[in-house]
C-alpha cells in the first residue's frame, strides 16, 4: 500500500469552495456513447459536497482526489465509474470511497475494482439496508457500508450481515443514509491510516470491527426514528 495517504472519492463533485482545497479532480461523461474526461464542474446535485464534508469531518485535513461521474442527474455508468476509479488509482489514492449503487453488475467495472484492489487501494462502498444487491459494493474485497441511525459522530457498528460490513454515522440532514454511512466510516478509516499507514485491507477491517460501537443490526422499535 502507497505510504502517502491519499483519499479519493467518486461522485457528483463539490462546491468550488471545496474544490480549491482538493489535491487534484477529473470529470468523466458520455458523449454520444464515448466516454470523455475533462475538468471538474461545479456539484449540481449536492451529493458530492456532503460526502465529502462527511468525509472530512471523520479524517480531518487529508488529500482529497475527486472523480466526478455525475452530473445533473443522480444516474452514472459503469464504464464512467471504471475510468474514475483507474484514474484514482494511478494518482495514487490509498483508500476510495464510492458512496453509490449501480444494480447491474458490469465487466468493466468489476476488472476496474479487481485492479484497484489488487494496487492495494482500499475501497469502501455504500450498500442499502434492505434490497438487492448493488455493485461495486458487492464485490469480494470491497467493504460495505450502510448507514446506522444508532451511530453518534466518530462511532460506527459492525454488522456483518448480507446487505453490509458496517454502518456509519448518518447525521440528520435527511440525504441517503447509506451514502453518509460509507463517507464516514471512509473518513475513519482515512484518519487510521494516517496514524498507521502499513496497515492493510484486512488489518484495517479486524480493526473496525474490534472498535465499533455496536455488533448487529439495528432493531427498529418504537424509538426509531
Known amino acids: 500500500m502507497a505510504t502517502?495517504?491519499?483519499v479519493g472519492i467518486i461522485d457528483s463533485g463539490c462546491s468550488p469552495e471545496q474544490a480549491s482545497d482538493l489535491?487534484?479532480?477529473?470529470?468523466?461523461?458520455?458523449?454520444?456513447?464515448?466516454?470523455?474526461?475533462?475538468?471538474?464542474?461545479?456539484?449540481?446535485?449536492?451529493?458530492?459536497?456532503?460526502?465529502?464534508?462527511?468525509?472530512?469531518?471523520?479524517?480531518?485535513p487529508v488529500p482529497v482526489l475527486m472523480a466526478q461521474v455525475f452530473s445533473a442527474q443522480a444516474s452514472t455508468s459503469?464504464?464512467?465509474v471504471a475510468a474514475a476509479l483507474?484514474?484514482?488509482?494511478?494518482?495514487?489514492a490509498t483508500l476510495v470511497n464510492l458512496s453509490l449503487g449501480l444494480q447491474q453488475d458490469r465487466p468493466v467495472?468489476?476488472?476496474?475494482?479487481?485492479?484497484?484492489?489488487?494496487?492495494?487501494?482500499?475501497?469502501?462502498?455504500s450498500s442499502p439496508a434492505q434490497g438487492g444487491a448493488v455493485y461495486p459494493a458487492s464485490y469480494a474485497g470491497v467493504i460495505r457500508v450502510t448507514g446506522d441511525a444508532r451511530c453518534a459522530p466518530g462511532q460506527w457498528s459492525w454488522l456483518g450481515t448480507r446487505q453490509a460490513d458496517f454502518g456509519g454515522y448518518v447525521g440528520a440532514g435527511g440525504r441517503a443514509g447509506a451514502s453518509l454511512g460509507c463517507a464516514a466510516l471512509s473518513g475513519r478509516i482515512a484518519a487510521l491510516l494516517h496514524e498507521q499507514p502499513a496497515m492493510d485491507r484486512l488489518q484495517v477491517h479486524d480493526w473496525l470491527r474490534r472498535h465499533a460501537a455496536f455488533t448487529g443490526p439495528e432493531r427498529r422499535g418504537a424509538s426509531h426514528v
Open 23 to 60: 489535491l487534484d479532480s477529473r470529470r468523466f461523461w458520455l458523449e454520444d456513447g464515448q466516454l470523455r474526461e475533462g475538468e471538474m464542474l461545479p456539484d449540481q446535485l449536492g451529493h458530492g459536497s456532503a460526502v465529502l464534508t462527511g468525509l472530512q469531518r471523520e479524517a480531518g
Open 86 to 92: 483507474l484514474w484514482l488509482v494511478e494518482a495514487g
Open 4 to 6: 502517502e495517504l491519499r
Open 78 to 80: 459503469a464504464l464512467q
Open 109 to 125: 467495472l468489476h476488472q476496474a475494482c479487481a485492479e484497484a484492489l489488487a494496487a492495494g487501494v482500499l475501497l469502501c462502498a
